[in-house]
């Protein structure tokens, strides 16, 4: 069973911080990495995906990838509140129609 | 507008009465998924369909059936509902890109009493 595993949080930073949330997942031969923001309420919404080694960089967010340590993470520059979320990391499994979400870290950013 | 619609959104029903949720996507995409989600337990996968009459089981697809019969429709099936049934469930579609993820609908919430 491939799993992917997130510290639930909460985790809080001060408005204008960085957020970094973090991602280990079990199966070595995955290639792709997903992450999703839910807001209360809502559905997951895509935010970034990564599949090299390294850092990828979209606006305020960077997705980092380490495949040796099985350890992707997101950094969230500058923090609003209105990144007050739950972000959500995924892998896909056997195949590209099986995606595996962790359970999420929540993050509050505090005014 | 490109996206998912899931109907109902809010759904009461009682232990024992079959029900569907439909699920459909105008972005003419290969891939369609359902999950569910639950506090504590995250988004899990039900089921998923690669293309049409093809599906396949994800983590938790006891209770549940799907068909796929046209491309676009994707409809979760509950026999015979039971109250652990109750849940927040969510339809996604993804096209074959490999690094473009699911794109999800609105979501249904089902209670079964």
């Known amino acids: 069973q491939k799993e992917v595993e997130q510290n639930s949080g909460p985790l809080s930073v001060p408005e204008g911080a960085i957020a970094s949330l973090n991602c280990t997942y079990s199966d070595r031969g995955s290639q792709s990495f997903f992450w999703y923001r839910q807001y209360s309420g809502k559905s997951p919404e895509l935010i970034m995906f990564i599949y090299s080694n390294g850092d990828k960089e979209d606006g305020r967010f960077t997705a980092q990838l380490n495949k040796a340590s099985q350890y992707v993470s997101l950094l969230i520059r500058d923090s609003q509140p209105s990144d007050s979320a739950t972000y959500l990391c995924a892998v896909y499994g056997g195949s590209q129609g099986n995606l595996i979400f962790g359970k999420g870290t929540k993050l509050s950013v505090k005014p | ?113």
């Open chain 2, 1 to 113: 507008e490109a996206q998912v619609t899931q109907n109902p959104r809010y759904l009461i029903t009682v232990t024992g009465k079959k029900l569907t949720v439909t699920c459909s996507q105008n972005m003419n995409h290969e891939y369609m998924s359902w999950y569910r989600q639950d506090p504590g337990l995250g988004l899990r996968q039900i089921y998923y369909s690669m293309n049409v009459e093809v599906t396949d089981k994800g983590d938790v697809p006891e209770g549940y059936k799907v068909s796929r019969k046209e491309k676009r429709n994707f409809p979760l099936i509950l026999e015979s509902p039971s109250p652990n049934q109750t849940s927040l469930y969510f339809c996604a579609s993804s096209p074959r890109q490999e690094n473009y993820g699911y794109t999800f609908g609105s979501g249904t919430r089902l209670t079964v009493v």
